[in-house]
């Protein structure tokens, strides 16, 4: 008998054991909890810590209160002067009720996938109305505002509360990237034309001046040489005048010696003259005097 009764006492025992583990449930403090009895809500949890339910017949669901991310997928949108862009988005939301959050779409994975449609929505009104300049340049940041408050407005029957979303990237399609880039390759190169251009018109221009500045240096030295030169001249025949003057027969002698060195630079110079003539007349009488 009495070890039918430890035994009925531990069957007891188990059975409270079991019933209490399945009336207790911990909410973490990252987390928020829903009680549902057989599917239908009863209660939400939010402080974190050790709560009780009916066993057996009520179960938690746990949702994250913390701020989480969605990574929207590249999406292709034409601009108001019919620009297309590819846009790759992200967005930050947190549940800020979860019994509504429950009620409309149930697990974050339904979540994500209605909230990426209504990101997607909003992103082509706002950025299908503006010009492609605008998503390229600082107006973009009240773009993605406006874009997050219209997000926000839809999510917020689902219990949601968006708190950014911002675009990841914004690119041109392929081939309007490769027709830009040819674009842009042949403005580059006519710029590059046209500096050329520019550059041996300039190094002609310099050239010239160059030439031009040569040529008068040139004739200026050539003009102050022959000034130069006509002074010396001028100043040799004074002094050559003065000097015949004073003794006129040896510088007929001296000249006749400056005759002879010249016509006779070499052994190979001929001369038929007469011997009476005038330019030999040293040679035949050192006073310079002719014979008749």
């Known amino acids: 008998m009495k070890r039918i009764s430890y035994i009925f006492l531990l069957v007891v025992l188990i059975i409270f054991v079991v019933i209490a583990w399945s009336s207790i449930f911990t909410v973490h403090q990252t987390k928020q909890a829903i009680v549902l009895q057989f599917g239908d809500p009863r209660d939400v949890v939010s402080d974190p810590g050790l709560h009780f339910k009916l066993p057996f017949v009520q179960n938690v669901v746990r949702l994250d209160k913390r701020i989480l991310a969605y990574n929207g997928g590249q999406e292709e949108i034409i601009a108001s002067d019919q620009k297309r862009l590819v846009v790759d988005t992200y967005t930050r939301f947190k549940i800020v009720d979860p019994l509504e959050f429950y009620k409309s779409v149930g697990s974050e994975q339904v979540a994500?996938?209605?909230?990426?449609?209504?990101v997607n929505a909003n992103l082509r009104q706002v950025l299908g109305g503006v010009p492609l300049q605008s998503v390229l340049t600082e107006e973009r940041t009240s773009l993605m505002q406006e874009i997050t408050n219209l997000v926000n407005q839809g999510a917020e029957p689902l219990g949601l509360k968006v708190v950014d979303v911002r675009i990841k990237r914004a690119d041109l399609p392929t081939e309007n990237s490769e027709a830009i880039f040819r674009r842009m390759q042949a403005e580059r190169d006519r710029e590059a034309r046209e500096f050329r251009a520019q550059g041996e018109e300039q190094a002609t221009r310099i050239k010239a001046n160059a030439d031009r500045e040569k040529a008068v240096l040139l004739a200026e030295?050539?003009?102050d040489s022959q000034i130069i030169r006509g002074?010396?001249?001028a100043k040799r025949n004074a002094i050559f005048a003065k000097a015949f003057s004073k003794d006129p027969e040896f510088f007929n002698?001296?000249?006749?010696?400056?005759?002879?060195k010249q016509a006779l630079i070499d052994n190979e110079t001929s001369l038929i003259l007469s011997p009476n003539s005038d330019f030999f007349r040293f040679f035949n009488d050192s006073a310079g005097k002719l014979k008749k």
Do not use: V
Request: no cysteine; hydrophobic share 40%; aromatic share 14%.
């Open 112 to 118: 994500r996938s209605r909230l990426g449609a209504i």
């Open 231 to 233: 002074e010396g001249d």
């Open 253 to 260: 002698f001296y000249r006749s010696m400056l005759a002879y």
């Open 221 to 223: 030295a050539n003009r």
